[in-house]
Structure formats: C-alpha cells, structure tokens
C-alpha cells in the first residue's frame, strides 16, 4: 500500500516514513555513486505520487551524495560536511513526504537525502534496542515546532522503528514519526472544550521522556509539555487505557535502555464541565470512545502491516533454508544451525550475530573414506565466452548446470560447486553408497550425452560455434575430509588427495570423453562392470603424481534402469546405447532426446535460425516504436523501391554523415513491451527465408563464408548491446530539454535511439561478404570480372550490396519490407545505412582509409575543440568503425578463437596461391604481416573503440585481447604457419 494511502486511511497527514540503509565504513566511498544513480528514480516517483510541482533535476540538484551531518544538530557549524562518525552510519534514503524544510526545492527549501540519521541520540537508542531484539521499539522523539511563530518551542512526538532483517543481520531500518498533536486535532470534535489528554510511559530510566500532555479545545489540540497537566480534583473521573505494549523480552534489551508500554489517559476539566451544564453532556462519553477506537485502530493498523512483514520475512526464511539445502548437505545443515545458535551474540548495530558468529565449538568436518568425485569441464568455454555478451554466457552456465542439477538429483549424486566453468560432484558423502563408482559414472555419462544436447539447441540463441562445445570429464575414487570453513560466506568444502587428482584427470582428458583413474576402474571391475572401462593407450603424466595409468569410460554401455533409489542396484550391461565418445559422432548429438528435429539440422541450419532471432527482435522494436505493422500491397513505395540503388555504382551512394532519426521518449517506452510484438506468419516466413538463402548465396570458402558472416553478426551484437551513456567531453552539448536529457542517458549519438538503426547494422554484417570469390578486390581487378568491369574498385563489398539488396526487393519479401520501413524516410536511410556500412569493411583501399581516419581525427581526436562535429557525424564515423572492429573480431577474442580463423584465412589465400589467383606465396610473408595488421590496423582500431567513450568495457576487452595476441603471435606464429603449411598439405593428397 502506498503511503500516501495509508496517511488517508489512518487520517495522519504529517507522519515521516523514512527508509534507513546500512553503510559500513568501507562502503562509503560507493555510496555517492549509489544516490546519484539511483535517487532520480524514487524521486520522480514520489514527485508523481505527492502531486509536487518539483522537478527532479531540482531536487538533484539539492542532494548531497556523501553521507553527511545533520543541520538539525547542536553543532550547524558542521551541517552538510561528511560524517565523522564510525560505521556504520544510517543515511537517509528514501523519505516519505519527499520535500522537507520550507515546502521543498519547489520552493527554496532543502532535502534530507544522505543525512546521518545515527548523529540523533534519541533516534540513535532506539536503533541499538531493535538490532539487539530484532522486533520493532517506540520512544518519544523531541523535535521543533516549525509552525510559524513557534520557532523556539519545541513538541514531543512517537517514533517507531521496525529493522530490516536478512540473513540474520540487521541492514536498515524503517524509521516512522507520529505527530501525536494531529492525531487528537484531527478528532475534530466542535462543541467540545476542555479535555486533557495524558500518555504515560513506562520507563524510569534518567533522561527518559516519562509523560506528556495535550488538551483538545474543539477542533484543535495543542501539546502542554512534557509533565502531567490534569487537574488532580478530577482524578477520579480519569479513564485509562493500554494502548502500545510491544511484549519485547527485556533480558535482550541493553543495559540503560527502555521500550515503553503506552498508557492513554483522559481528565475533563472546568471548561467540559460548563459544557455539561449547558447542553452536551453525551459528548464527553462520544469524544472519549473515538480517543480510544481510534488510538486502537492505528496501533492495530500497525500491528497488521508489522505482522505482514514478518510472514514475508518467514517466507523469505523459508527460501533461504531451501538455498541451504541446496548448498549444504541436509545433515551438515543441521549440524550448522545448531553451531550457529550457540555462537556467540553482538549487539554491534550490523553484525547482530557478531563477526564470529558460527565459530564457537568444534568445526563441522569428517572423514568420508569410501567417495567417487567428478569434475566436468566445459572445453572451449574461454574463448568462447570471449565472443559473447555477459548475459549469454550465464544463459549458457545456467542452462547446463541447471540440467546437470536434475541428473545429481536422480542420481543421488551431491553437487560440491561450480568453479566457473567446472562442476564438481561426489558421491558417497554424507550419506554412503556402496556403489558410489558407479554412481558417478553414470551421472558422468549423463551429463556429456546432455552437454551436445543443449549447446546444439543453444546455437540458435547464442550464436556461431556454440555448438562445438565439449565436455571434459575427470573421475577418481578415494577417501575425502569435507566439512564447512564457518565464517563469510560459508560454504561445504572437500579437501584431500582425491579432489586433486580428479581435478588433474579431468584436464589431462578430452573432448566428450570420460577419464576415469585405476582406482575407479577397479571398483568397477570389482562390482561386475568390467565392460565400462576400456584402458588408455599409455600413461598420462600427472602433475604431482608423474605418469599414471588410466582408462576411458565406455559409454557405450546399456541405458540402465533408473530405480527409486539410483545407484542402490546394479546395473545390465549392452552394447546398444549409441556412442558419443568420440567428437566427431558427438556432432552429431545422438541418444534417447526428444529433440531429434534440432539434431537433425547442420550448422548452417542453426546459424540461420540464430540470424533470424538476432533480426526478429530488432523488427518487434520497429514495429513497437512506430505503434504498428503497415500493410503496403498498395504499392506507395513501389516507386522509390524500384528506382532506389539504381546509379552506376553502391559507392557513389557513399556519404560522409548520415542523418539519423532523433531520440523520441514516446518510442522507448513503446519498445520495453517489444517482445510480445506478432510480425505476422507471412513476415516471419519471409525473414526465415531472406537469411537461408543469403546462406546459400555465400561460397564454401574457408574465411569468406556464411559462418564467419555470423560471427561477426554476433560481435556487431554484443557491442550494440555494450553501447553506454557519454559525458560531455565527447561533444555533447548540454541538453536544454527532457528528451535530449533522456536521449544522453542511454543513446550514444543516437545510434540506440532508432531500431532500425541497429537493424540496419546487423543485416549489413549478415550480407557483407555475400558472393565473395575468396580472392582480394585487386585480384578481381586484374581478373577482370564482370563485377570488377562494372565496380572498379571495392568490387566484393559493392557486389554484396548490389545481390542482397535485389533480393530483398524481390515481391517474396514484400511483408518483410513493411516491417522494416513504412515511410520512404525510413527507407532511404535504411539503404545509407547498409551502404555505408557494407563500405566499411573495404579497408585495403587506401582512398578511402585516408577519408575515414581524417573524418575521425575531425569528430574525435580533440572533441573539446570541437563541439560543432554533429552527433551524426560522429555516429556514422562509430558504425564504421563498429563495422570494422566485428570484421576482424577474432582478432581481439581469444587466442584460441583468434587462431583457428587465422588459420581458416590462411587457407584460403594459400590455397588462391595454388591455384593461380596469387601473385606471390603468402606463407612467406605470413608471419611478418600479421604483426604489421595488429601494429598498423588491428590495436590503433581497439583504441579508437576506447578512445570514442561509446563501447563500455568492451572497448577495453577488445584492446586487451588484440594486445595479448599480438604477443602471442609474436612467440608462436612461426611454428603455426609451418603446421599451417603441413595441414594444407594433408588435406590435398586425401
């Protein structure tokens, strides 16, 4: 419920919510950053919901970010300087009202973000009784009167505080002030003069608030003061009730504090008395029931929402047990518990459990001498993640893991960790199995059958070379010590000789292929399982162990029955299960799935439907932005479609500035629900086929082909994807109205403002190398080919152009074209945009590399002298860039993932050079070229990425990886173009 709600529900206007955030001293430093990133949000909430005519910037710019004293202290003099408090300090956070001091920033009054609220001893105290308690306190709270012309005289009000609680430790406070003088004015009870109002407090201690006083005098109440104020001849007319006992165990309460029970009494006095006597004698009776019903009212009001909060938090207890369970063994878990409720206990106000909490007695350890563990590694996994954005890499962790979760638990198999790409299980702990060998192999078994499985599917989602994923699988048998190391972050651990040396099978073995040790191999022996094992042609060298000998699991063995307690029974061996041991039938990805339609499709089949996600979700954001799909078959744009790209060349189109759509705020908020957009059946059939037979359009060259297309869609992907807010220095000009204000905040140069801006890009990476001959232009140019006669120059980028763009505005595609332009707008930048782009990636010729760094030097190279180069301009020069750096992406990926396209390049050269489309071996020079393209194109293209402010972290990684590789290069690629040669050799006499 809204608070604005709950003041009009309880009729008290002028209480104060506040929310108080734990900040310990070494999170200070972070907490400015935290308010200005996130109190604009809250505060244009709050704005909107008070109906204040306060803007946010003018509230931002009343907020001080740092935790700060207080100018409601003893001391102004240190008002808004950083707190000098020890943590950990309670700022002020989010506030209800909003606007304190002379109505708020609306008009000239001042904001209490970030005020250490601790500095206020009364506030203090009772923050002290609720970390040690754990339940809600109340106090009086002493404040002054800001009504006009009581400057100088001060009220007594309640304050109540009720902790935030998680993970057993107190991190904020909910801190609420109840303005008892309203609450009896707002009775508003005419006719009735003269009724003195008394609550008492329980608590004796020194300096304690112990009683105040009110009268109410018809519709108004008016505070006496802190002493007893009733007319003592009426003592036997007073009535007395209990209206706040909050039943807290006083052994928990720290020594020299107090939570008061509240007692509510009520007098008359000689003016009710004259009432009496003229005509109201029924009032008096009226006016105490309401003291007295609606008193109880807001208590239980209150009680209600503080009884709602503590079923969440049991629910939220119940979560977090489940989390345990999951982490620790049920046993372990118990054993835990009770470890933790006999440590020791702290009243230090964010550690209520105290900083060695759970370290008191004997440490949770055992030795379990009968174990089998696993680790499986995700082979490829590091280069791979190199490729791809920070989201796609956890859908990939979550998706495997999640099913290895589901096998561990049919198996009865204990799942220790994940350390990051690796998984770690056991069998045998805590609870024994006798067949904890077996146990284990088949839930290796599973797990490798599963892995090919879901990064087949994956491939669609997550793009090129997913599916060439692997498992990699470690198994020996012997005797652990587990246990829990008990401090931050617990966690139940395995220690010993086994661990290391499954850990040392696992990256001593291969791709799809389970390596388990003699020990494990023996205990399969011994248990009638002879059959699964099958020795490893010589020993492995292990470290620490020397050479070793091993064995392959044979996973050919039987699909075993899967009783209710797997692993209890012995299993039946056939040789009737298929076989994925080896990768080469693993491409294949057979079994028992049910998924066989997504097993039966080639690579390229997967890299089409990965295209078309990646362009499906673009068209959703069009269409959402643009409020519909419309329907053409009228022909309006016919015309222009006809006569669009119809001059002599693609490069005359060329321009140095595109003119991009501007930012339109209506349009983000249409595309958060973009996802649920229908393009239609005629449309996404269509967009199916456009990228099939773009696929089928590209040559099976070695470098040149439709996957590396899709690499570099993929990289085109992650850095639009990266692409963060600029500040000034990059030439943005203070922004005089809300939409540019939004536009800065998450638009860089307006590439992300328009959808089809970002479509425009990633279609452009799809078809850019379509139809390539596998030869440079300058060769084409000394063939002399039909394309070369008509281009001249650029021959391969124009070409792709000229088909995909044909093919396109062929009528098959007519409902594909009305989801990406409707306006002939939006249709002539869409072709500047694939032109200029396509253009791009010709980085041999020299006329136009010259124009490009000129244009960059102008928009980028002293953007503070230079504040009349156009968001445009600079965002056209980006796109280029972007472009480029996704060409020859795998040169700032990983070595591995840099490598194995170096190689795929030099094959095709090598092999142009054989058959006579080379003037000269390129092997000769292969070596020295490639240090000269990352020196001379490569890492000065990483830092201009950098040095443009638009690409995040990703700039840097880029930069990093392109660095790293260079050296790298520099170490090994004289050897590597000696294997190279070889391979190519190889290949030729098969």
């Known amino acids: ?126 923050f002290k009784i609720s970390n040690s308690t754990l339940r809600p306190s109340i106090g009086f709270l002493r404040i002054r009167d800001l009504r006009p012309g009581f400057d100088d005289k001060r009220v007594v009000d309640s304050q109540i505080v009720q902790p935030i609680i998680e993970n057993g430790k107190t991190v904020g406070m909910l801190w609420l002030r109840l303005p008892w003088r309203e609450f009896f004015q707002n009775l508003n009870v005419d006719g009735i003069f003269g009724i003195t109002v008394v609550i008492r407090s329980s608590c004796v201690i020194d300096d304690a608030i112990r009683v105040l006083s009110f009268t109410i005098v018809g519709s108004q109440a008016e505070f006496l003061g802190e002493f007893d104020a009733h007319d003592p001849k009426y003592d036997d007319q007073v009535v007395s009730k209990v209206v706040l006992d909050l039943k807290l165990d006083l052994e928990q309460i720290p020594e020299g504090l107090c939570v008061p029970t509240l007692t509510l009494e009520l007098y008359p006095t000689d003016e009710l008395a004259a009432t009496f006597q003229t005509s109201k004698p029924t009032l008096y009776t009226t ?83 009968e174990t089998t563990i696993v680790f499986a590694d995700i082979a490829g996994f590091t280069a791979w993640s190199s490729a791809r954005e920070p989201a796609q890499v956890f859908i990939l962790l979550e998706t495997i893991y999640g099913a290895f979760d589901k096998h561990a638990y049919r198996r009865s198999v204990f799942k220790v960790e994940t350390v990051g790409d690796c998984y770690v299980a056991v069998a045998g702990l805590p609870d024994p199995d006798k ?111 020397g050479e070793i000998r091993t064995f392959w699991l044979n996973t050919k063995a039987a699909k075993v029955s899967n009783p209710s307690k797997p692993g209890n029974e012995m299993p039946t061996v056939s040789e009737t299960q298929t076989d994925f041991s080896d990768s080469s039938s693993a491409k294949g990805a057979s079994g028992d799935s049910d998924d066989d339609d997504f097993k039966a499709m080639t690579k390229t089949e997967r890299l089409v439907e990965y295209n078309v996600e990646v362009l499906t979700s673009l068209l959703q954001q069009i269409i959402a932005s643009r409020g519909t799909v419309v329907d053409r078959t009228d022909g309006s744009l016919s015309n222009i479609e006809a006569t669009i790209g119809t001059g002599d060349t693609v490069l005359e189109e060329f321009v140095p500035i595109i003119q991009l759509k501007r930012f339109d705020a209506g349009d983000l908020s249409k595309r958060h629900e973009a996802s649920s957009i229908d393009i239609g059946e005629k449309a996404k059939t269509q967009l199916r086929n456009f990228p099939s037979n773009v696929a089928s359009m590209y040559p099976n060259n070695p470098f040149h082909n439709f996957e590396h297309a899709s690499h570099v869609t993929a990289s085109v992907k992650k850095l639009l994807a990266r692409i963060v807010n600029v500040d000034y220095g990059n030439g943005l000009s203070t922004p005089s109205e809300s939409v540019d204000l939004v536009d800065m905040a998450g638009h860089s140069y307006g590439i992300t403002s328009d959808p089809l801006t970002q479509f425009s890009v990633l279609f452009s990476a799809i078809i850019h190398d379509l139809d390539h001959p596998g030869v440079p232009n300058a060769q084409l140019v000394k063939e002399n080919t039909r394309s070369a006669q008509i281009f001249k120059k650029s021959v391969a980028e ?109 094959m095709e050269c090598y092999g142009a050079y054989k058959a006579g489309r080379a003037d000269s071996d390129p092997s000769t020079n292969w070596y020295k070229g490639e240090i000269g393209f990352f020196d001379f194109y490569v890492i000065p293209l990483a830092k201009k990425l950098e040095s443009c402010g638009v690409f995040g972290v990703s700039s840097h990684e880029y930069l990093s990886y392109a660095t790293s590789n260079r050296a790298e290069w520099a170490r090994e690629g004289e050897k590597l173009v000696q294997q190279y040669l070889a391979k190519y050799e190889e290949r030729n006499k098969q």
């Not at 240190?78 to 000098?84: E, Q, R, W």
């Not at 230090?348 to 900083?355: H, Q």
């Not at 040392?504 to 399982?529: F, K, P, Y």
């Open 435 to 545: 067949n904890h060998a077996a146990t284990v192999c088949r839930f290796a078994r599973d797990c490798v059958k599963t892995m090919k499985e879901i990064t087949v599917k994956l491939e669609m989602t997550l793009g090129p070379d997913t599916s060439d994923l692997d498992l990699r699988v470690g198994i020996h048998s012997g005797q652990v010590t587990a246990g829990v190391i008990r401090g931050e972050r617990s966690r139940f651990q395995l220690f010993g000789d086994t661990m290391n040396t499954a850990a040392r099978l696992e990256s001593t073995s291969e791709r799809n292929r389970i390596q388990v040790s003699h020990v494990t191999a023996d205990l399969l022996v011994a248990s009638g399982l002879s059959a699964w094992v099958i020795p490893r042609k010589g020993k492995v060298l292990v470290k620490g162990k």
């Open 798 to 906: 124009q070409n792709s152009v000229e088909l995909a763009w044909a093919m396109l505005m062929g009528k098959e595609y007519d409902a594909l074209r009305s989801c990406i332009y409707n306006t002939e707008e939006d249709l002539r930048r869409f072709r500047q945009l694939v032109v200029n782009t396509v253009m791009a990636t010709d980085i041999v010729d020299k006329e136009l590399q010259t124009l490009r760094k000129a244009r960059w030097e102008s928009a980028f190279a002293d953007t503070l002298g230079h504040h009349e180069t156009s968001d445009d301009c600079r965002a056209t020069i980006v796109i280029e860039h972007l472009i480029q750096a996704s060409d020859v992406s795998h040169t700032m990926q990983h070595w591995h993932i840099y490598k194995a396209w170096n190689k795929k390049f030099f």
């Open 287 to 369: 006016v105490v029931v309401a003291i007295f019903a609606f008193t109880s009212f807001v208590f239980l009001l209150y009680d209600y929402y503080v009884a709602r909060r503590q079923r969440k938090f049991m629910e939220r207890i119940v979560k977090q047990d489940q989390i345990v369970s999951n982490v620790f063994p049920t046993a372990i878990r118990d054993r835990l518990y009770e470890s933790g409720q006999k440590g020791s206990k702290d009243d230090a106000l964010f550690d209520p459990l105290g900083g060695g909490a759970g370290t008191a007695g004997s440490p949770l350890a055992d030795l379990f001498p």
């Open 1 to 126: 419920m809204k608070t604005d709600k709950i003041a009009a529900l309880i009729g008290w206007e002028s209480f104060v919510l506040i929310i108080l955030p734990a900040v310990r001293d070494e999170e200070k430093d972070r907490w400015p950053s935290f308010v200005l990133e996130k109190a604009p949000l809250w505060y244009q909430e709050s704005i909107d919901n008070e109906g204040h005519n306060a803007t946010v910037e003018e509230c931002m710019n009343l907020t001080i970010p740092f935790v700060h004293h207080s100018h409601y202290t003893d001391n102004p003099e240190n008002a808004f300087l950083p707190t000098t408090m020890p943590g950990p300090v309670m700022p002020i956070w989010q506030r209800y009202p909003l606007l304190v001091g002379n109505d708020g920033p609306d008009k000239g009054g001042n904001l209490s973000v970030s005020i250490d609220f601790k500095e206020k001893s009364d506030v203090a105290n009772l």
